[in-house]
């Protein structure tokens, strides 16, 4: 089936920076978009960015201007860059797929990435 493989997390300081990626593998034929997710304890999961299949993005109010998402159709991995980071940033991020059809899939469906921890010390 498809798989989604995050790569990129780690611990950096307050200011710093991190590139998140997620390779989606699988029989894919197309996937409409896709997009980061957090979740920090406690809270629930939210959206960071999304892009689709065309280019257009949509931001979380709390990353515009500091995170940058992108995106290779040919290679069906979707990036993060995120800059200025804040401690308020930490959490686990979430690659998810949406729309993807398949060889063996009759209808699109969304998938998850297993997340990938991201730490900002103050």
């Known amino acids: 089936q498809v798989r989604l493989v995050e790569s990129g997390g780690g611990l950096v300081q307050a200011g710093g920076s991190l590139r998140l990626s997620c390779a989606a593998s699988g029989s894919i034929l197309s996937i409409s978009g896709m997009g980061w997710y957090r979740q920090a304890p406690g809270n629930q999961r939210e959206l960071v960015a999304s892009i689709t299949s065309g280019g257009v993005t949509d931001y979380a109010d709390s990353v515009k201007g500091r995170f940058a998402i992108s995106r290779d159709n040919g290679k069906n991995t979707v990036y993060l860059q995120m800059n200025s980071l804040r401690p308020e940033d930490t959490a686990v991020y979430y690659c998810?797929?949406?729309?993807?059809?398949?060889?063996?899939?009759?209808?699109?469906?969304?998938?998850w990435g297993q997340g990938t921890q991201v730490t900002v010390s103050s």
């Open positions: 998810n797929a949406r729309g993807v059809l398949t060889t063996l899939l009759s209808v699109p469906l969304a998938f």
